[in-house]
């Protein structure tokens, strides 16, 4: 009797384990999540994650924060050489975030975007990552 209640103990500490482990990689439906400074990135950011209907609550105080968004946006307009030569106006966007916990520091989620030649580039590469981090927490990446 005694070797099986071990066996179930060992059973059920093991199952508790994977458990607590998959919610700590997941990202809950409804978290409230942090978007630190990213060089004014972090409006278009929280802007497209309204727009994109993402599953989270976006708060205005780190303490009250499940995750904390973090990253770097560059936004590159285009020189006077190639509005003249190409009549082109797009710039290049590149952006990359990574969703952390807060309380465990572990990377829930990270995504990079490279736009190029394109209009509305900060806002197209915000949605760009809010359209993927959407997937994440439906479980689709």
């Known amino acids: 009797m005694k070797k099986l209640t071990a066996i179930l103990i060992l059973i059920l500490s093991m199952l508790c384990g994977v458990y607590a482990q998959e919610t700590i990689l997941n990202l809950p439906v409804d978290s409230k999540v942090y978007i630190e400074p990213m060089d004014g990135f972090e409006n278009y950011l929280a802007a497209a994650i309204q727009k994109k209907k993402v599953q989270l609550m976006v708060v205005a105080d780190r303490q009250a924060a499940d995750f904390v968004i973090t990253g770097t946006a560059q936004h590159e307009k285009a020189g006077g050489a190639k509005i003249a030569f190409q009549g082109s106006i797009h710039s290049d966007d590149q952006a990359s975030i990574s969703v952390v916990n807060a309380k465990t520091s ?12 394109i209009l509305h580039g900060e806002q197209r590469t915000a949605e760009a990552c809010a359209k993927h981090l959407q997937a994440h927490i439906e479980g689709k990446e």
Do not use: E, P, R, T
């Open 106 to 117: 572990a990377v829930i989620f990270a995504y990079a975007v490279n736009k190029k030649n």
